[in-house]
């Protein structure tokens, strides 16, 4: 995760430049410092940064525009559900990718007023559960009819953590996932091992593939591991209800999400620079899986973003307008 980010405001080196020139009088050094500051028109905001690198590819891009505006953004990695209450108590302004969390919507933006539903970053998000290349191949059955073919191959999936059931993989316990209760719902000889990160399940994936062993788990799309290991969704009913709502009702996957940006009131009435680059900020799948892959191979976030925003000047003068 990239931690916090802090630049000298672009008001600030145009004034220090003006004091520079001896011909400018002390006060008409001070009017143009003062109508510097003003046209920056950026202010210091905070970023929530959730667990997954992808949502990092996100925010490292909106950072780097926001801060060559004269913006001060500040970095707080949080988990998904705690940095919602950054929005009461001002710690946070902006949720860039948000997985469809209404019980939250309904309480910090319908109720308690201090978040907006800002709209959708571009991104379309599907939550489901996947297998290695390998066991689709060998096993259609388990991709194209998993709630017979789950049952009849469970041994399959036995680790040293699941007993005499098959090893159902979830990611962080705060991820949204119906995992819990399709297993239950549908009667699945499965046990759900939380492996507690996007990284553990990332590894537990590639491993799967390289040994031939069998594995599922909870993964999504946008996803840059999708680049590296094209991982096969087992097609299950899709849910009728919302994903990661009433656990007794849930028997299939999610529906296809797009995905939000949350904002804080304060930050969306402000009139700032950054509540503008926010309202517009919008890219595709593709755009952060590539920003998501630099960074997985090691890229510095920043470095990943730049390279980002140097091929695309077209777009992010789009989200300056």
Request: aromatic share 10%; hydrophobic share 45%; proline share 4%.
């Amino acid at each position: 995760m990239m931690k916090a980010r802090k630049r000298v405001g672009f008001a600030a080196v145009l004034a220090a430049t003006a004091l520079a020139l001896s011909s400018c009088s002390s006060s008409s050094v001070d009017a143009e410092a003062t109508d510097s500051a003003a046209s920056s028109d950026c202010g210091a905001w905070s970023l929530a940064m959730s667990p997954w690198v992808g949502y990092t590819a996100s925010a490292a891009v909106l950072t780097a525009v926001a801060e060559e505006q004269g913006c001060t953004i500040t970095q707080k990695d949080l988990k998904e559900e705690i940095a919602w209450q950054g929005f009461e108590t001002g710690e946070v302004d902006v949720i860039i990718e948000d997985w469809d969390h209404a019980d939250l919507v309904t309480k910090y933006v319908d109720e308690k007023k201090v978040a907006v539903a800002v709209g959708p970053n571009g991104n379309k998000g599907i939550i489901g559960y996947f297998v290695p290349p390998w066991l689709a191949a060998e096993y259609p059955e388990i991709v194209s009819d998993p709630l017979t073919a789950l049952n009849e191959n469970a041994d399959l999936f036995k680790n040293s953590e699941s007993g005499s059931q098959g090893a159902w993989l979830e990611g962080d316990p705060t991820f949204v996932t119906n995992g819990e209760a399709i297993v239950k719902n549908r009667k699945l000889n499965f046990k759900v091992i939380f492996t507690g990160s996007e990284a553990a399940l990332i590894e537990a994936f590639r491993a799967a593939e390289a040994n031939k062993t069998a594995v599922i788990g909870y993964f999504y799309t946008p996803q840059w591991f999708l680049n590296e290991v094209p991982l096969v969704q087992v097609k299950l009913p899709q849910d009728t209800n919302a994903c990661g709502g009433d656990a007794a009702a849930i028997d299939g996957d999610c529906p296809e999400y797009i995905l939000d940006k949350i904002a804080s009131k304060k930050l969306m009435d402000s009139g700032d620079t950054f509540a503008k680059l926010v309202q517009n900020f919008s890219w595709t799948n593709e755009d952060q899986n590539q920003v998501a892959a630099d960074i997985e191979s090691g890229t510095d976030p920043a470095a990943a973003a730049q390279k980002w925003i140097d091929a695309n000047p077209d777009v992010v003068a789009g989200w300056l307008k």
